[in-house]
Nanobody
Framework: QVQLVESGGGLVQAGGSLRLSCAAS??????????MGWFRQAPGKEREFVAG????????FYADSVKGRFTISRDNAKNTVYLQMNSLKPEDTALYYC?????????????????WGQGTQVTVSS
């Protein structure tokens, strides 16, 4: 079992910045062996991929809608993944979720996403 706890959401004006954090834990799991990701879900919409990062942090992936504005990173010593969000827009308003893969997805990208945090709300006012 994997536990994911997000933090850092809030209310910000358009053009502002926020940094989300996700602390991961799980018995028998080595955080640094797995990719991690961020997803978001706006009211009335499907959950969508935002950003992903490989186990080493050397490769990152982004949805077209956030490229150039968001940066995903990780600190394997702290079992934590981050999402730096700059130049925020009202359309970025959503519940943001951290995601971790299945146990069989070591050293795999894209992995099978299996674990989700409770989400952290990001609201961008115009």
């Amino acid at each position: 079992q994997v536990q994911l706890v997000e933090s850092g959401g809030g209310l910000v004006q358009a053009g502002g910045s926020l940094r989300l954090s996700c602390a991961a834990s799980g018995r028998g799991r080595t955080f640094s062996n797995y990719a991690m990701g961020w997803f978001r879900q706006a009211p009335g919409k499907e959950r969508e991929f935002v950003a992903g990062i490989t186990w080493s942090g050397l490769s990152t992936f982004y949805a077209d809608s956030v490229k150039g504005r968001f940066t995903i990173s990780r600190d394997n010593a702290k079992n934590t993944v981050y999402l730096q969000m700059n130049s925020l827009k009202p359309e970025d308003t959503a519940l943001y979720y951290c995601a971790a893969p299945t146990g069989s997805s070591q050293y795999t990208y894209p992995p099978s996403w299996a674990y989700w945090g409770q989400g952290t709300q990001v609201t961008v006012s115009s």
